[in-house]
Every structure is written in C-alpha cells, then in structure tokens.
C-alpha cells in the first residue's frame, strides 16, 4: 500500500530548495499565486521523490538557467490534467492553494513520471512573445523595404513561425492578418512602433526535441507547460494550435548553432532581408555556442549589403537576468539596439523607439 505521509516527517532539501523558492517568488510577482504555493509546497517536500531530488542534487549546470523548477510545475500540472491524483487534479481545477498535502502525494506516487519531465528540455511555445517579434519586424520592415525570411532558433512546435496568421494590436498599430480569430494585443507603454507590416516569404525553425501540433502527446506537453493560473495563454495556445495546423511549418531537428552555420552558408537572395529570431533560447545556450552564433553572424552581416541585408531579433533575459530586452541588430552596419523592455510571456511591452 502507497505511503501516507505524514508532514512532520519532511524536511528540506538544502542544497538546491533556493532555486524552487526562488520560482516561487518569480511566479507570484507575476500573478500566478497557485502556481507560486504549489513551488513552495515542492521546496518543503521534494525529498518524497527520491529520483526528482536526486536530479536536482546532481545536476551539472546552474538549475535556474535550466529551469528545472518550471519543468518540475509542468510535470506536475501534466499530472493534474492526466487526473492519475485526484487531488492534484482537483486542486489544480480550482486554483486551490491549500494544495500542499495533494503536491505530496504526487511527488510520491509519480516521483519517476516527474523524474522523466526534470530529464527532458522545457517547451514553451510561448505565442504571445511572437507580438514583440512582429513589432521588430515593423522596424525592421521600414528599414528595408524587401520580404523577409525567417529563420527562427528553440522553435518548440513552430507556433511563432507562423505569426503572420496571428492578428496584432501594437500599441494602437494594427499588423498580422486582420481577420485571424486570434489577436495578440499586449499591454503597451511607449509610443507605438514605427515602420510597416513585414512581409514574411519564408520561415523555417530548427529545435533540438520539436514538438508536432498534430500529435496529441505533444500538445499535451505544451499546455502542461502553461501555468495552471494563466486560462488566457492556455486559449491563445489552443488557438494557434488550430491556425498552425492549417499551415505549413518549416520545423526541423537538430542543433542550432549547426543548422544555422549552415543556413547562412547558402548565398543570400538579393532583394530579400533574412532575418534569424530567438526568444528564450540563449540561457540555455553555453558560452562556446554564444561565440559561435555571434561569430558567424558577424562573418555572414559582414558580406550583407542594402539588397541582401541579415538582422537578428532576440528577445532575451539581459546580463543580469532582471529583465528582458527585445534587441534588433542589422547587417551591413552590425548596430544593435534594443527597442523595448518586455514581460518574460509577452504579457506587456514597454516600447523605448528606435533612434
């Protein structure tokens, strides 16, 4: 028979309880107080899984880049919505947060299903970053009257590959596709930006464990993903989920910094603007990989030119990791700058122009 244990037999796990209450904190700042008890219920209770603790305590790397807490809630909320503990599962439903005896249970009952999300990369096609993507695209779009190709590194499922099917409201700037059932509209503080609506040709991702939108398991994967908190990006998810599967999505497997060596080894297209986007991806990037994606970035913007131009869009944490810089940086002149400050999921955009 399962174990019924008893709180007064848990105890912390020191080594590496600060990095789960440090999600914890980061989850409640941004209005996710479920989510936020069920990390702190994991903080006091992760000994019950012996193979989740033992992944934590071992891990070779810093276990915040890797975002083993938010894997952990995942694996979790993927627990709640498969129902295998009916508490969780009706905890999870109701946004309960005296949730702490039901996360004790499933770290328990499921410490080697957890073990098995904690193994695994992140996946978090989050769709509304794609509205700061398409606001650089406007600049970059103004710069350069050419159609844009997209090459686009960590693209999980290739929701964002296909942000043209989206509908935007930027600051009071309409773009996307008008008539798209999903619209994008973060909240917006700055002056609106300036430029005009990118035309996408192409767009191609590359991820090391793609995710397919037409397989069930997958898609699972991404709503667990999704904090249980936020119902609104789980129907924005739900919704690009059905716009993508009626496209095309030019998504591969590999490494990226491989793929895109070899991307831009092909000669550029005159009259088009190739463009290579990333959001989230870096922190999980080692400084070698960094080297080499700056190294021929700069060797191929050094052959770009006004008819063939290379840009590079990030939407990444800054140095510091205290907040989050969207940044555009074009080829021939190298410059780089960054045009906002984000929320982390896309939720708002503190737009600072273009000089």
């Given at each position: ?11 912390p796990?020191?080594p590496?309880?600060?990095v789960?209450?440090a ?7 941004h ?6 008890m ?6 006091t ?5 012996t ?7 071992t891990?070779?790397g810093?276990?915040r ?34 949730c702490?005896?039901a996360v004790a ?21 989050e769709v509304?970053?794609s ?13 350069f009257?050419?159609p844009i190709?997209?090459?686009e590194l ?6 964002n ?27 917006w503080?700055?002056?609106?930006p300036?430029?005009?609506q990118?035309?996408?040709v192409?767009a191609?991702?590359i ?8 397989s ?5 994967r991404?709503f667990a993903y999704?904090w249980?908190?936020r119902?609104?990006r789980?129907w924005i ?7 993508a ?8 497997r590999g490494d ?5 060596c070899?991307q ?5 297209d005159v009259?088009?603007?190739?463009c ?34 290379l ?15 969207l940044a ?7 410059v780089?700058q960054v045009?906002?400050h984000?929320h982390p ?11």
């Amino acid at each position: 028979m399962e174990p019924s244990p008893s709180f007064s037999q848990f105890s912390p796990c020191d080594p590496f309880t600060d990095v789960i209450e440090a999600q914890a904190s980061f989850l409640r700042s941004h209005h996710a107080p479920f989510s936020a008890m069920v990390m702190e219920a994991v903080a006091t209770h992760i000994g019950l899984a012996t193979q989740c603790a033992a992944i934590f305590a071992t891990w070779p790397g810093d276990r915040r880049a890797a975002a083993l807490p938010l894997r952990l809630l995942a694996g979790l909320h993927h627990v709640a919505r498969a129902g295998v503990v009916p508490e969780l599962s009706s905890a999870f439903a109701s946004l309960d947060i005296d949730c702490e005896a039901a996360v004790a249970k499933a770290l328990v009952r499921c410490d080697a299903m957890l073990a098995g999300w904690l193994s695994s990369p992140t996946q978090t096609n989050e769709v509304a970053r794609s509205a700061a993507t398409m606001a650089a695209l406007r600049v970059l779009a103004g710069r350069f009257d050419r159609p844009i190709a997209l090459f686009e590194l960590g693209a999980s499922a290739g929701l964002n590959l296909v942000l043209d099917a989206y509908a935007f409201d930027l600051g009071g700037v309409q773009g996307g596709d008008p008539a798209s059932p999903l619209e994008l509209k973060p909240a917006w503080d700055g002056p609106a930006p300036v430029g005009a609506q990118p035309r996408i040709v192409r767009a191609q991702g590359i991820d090391q464990d793609p995710l397919d939108i037409r397989s069930a398991a997958d898609c699972e994967r991404l709503f667990a993903y999704v904090w249980p908190d936020r119902r609104d990006r789980l129907w924005i998810l739900r919704q690009a989920i059905g716009l993508a599967r009626n496209r095309r999505v030019d998504l591969q497997r590999g490494d990226a910094v491989t793929w895109l060596c070899d991307q831009l080894k092909a000669p550029a297209d005159v009259g088009v603007t190739r463009c290579i986007v990333h959001t989230m991806f870096e922190q999980y990037l080692g400084p070698a990989d960094k080297a080499r994606i700056a190294a021929v970035l700069d060797s191929t913007g050094a052959k770009a030119t006004s008819d063939a131009p290379l840009a590079r869009i990030s939407f990444e944490w800054d140095a510091s990791r205290t907040r989050v810089e969207l940044a555009l940086t074009v080829w021939p002149d190298g410059v780089r700058q960054v045009l906002a400050h984000c929320h982390p999921y896309g939720a708002w955009i503190r737009w600072l122009g273009t000089r």
